[in-house]
Nanobody
Framework: QVQLGESGGGLVQAGGSLRLSCAASGFAFSNYHMGWYRQPPGKQRDLVAQITSGGSTTYAPAVKGRFLISRDNAKNTIYLQMNSLKPEDTAVYYC?????????WGQGTQVTVSS
């Protein structure tokens, strides 16, 4: 059974920090590209950050320099360190795993940033 479980969301004031975690199981984690997506209220789901199986990272322009994605293959876990949070970062954050035609999603975790 493939499982992706996000945790670490919550309510934080603007300028604060949070760290999200995504624990994966049921597939060959180290062979997958992993990513974080987010969906603000009333908007589409968009890529926040991605880390490849080889460790290369990419970021959406809106979060570059503030967020950091990382992976720990020994723990089958990825992280999203979010610093200098802004109200516009408020969204449900989703964990994603992708390789070839395989594409898996977590259930999401809510991040709310107050002004």
């Amino acid at each position: 059974q493939v499982q992706l479980g996000e945790s670490g969301g919550g309510l934080v004031q603007a300028g604060g920090s949070l760290r999200l975690s995504c624990a994966a199981s049921g597939f060959a984690f180290s062979n997958y590209h992993m990513g974080w997506y987010r969906q603000p209220p009333g908007k589409q789901r968009d890529l926040v950050a991605q880390i490849t199986s080889g460790g290369s990272t990419t970021y959406a322009p809106a979060v570059k320099g503030r967020f950091l994605i990382s992976r720990d293959n020994a723990k089958n876990t990825i992280y999203l360190q979010m610093n200098s949070l802004k109200p516009e970062d408020t969204a449900v954050y989703y964990c994603n795993a992708i390789r070839a035609f395989y594409n898996y999603w977590g259930q999401g975790t809510q991040v709310t940033v107050s002004s």
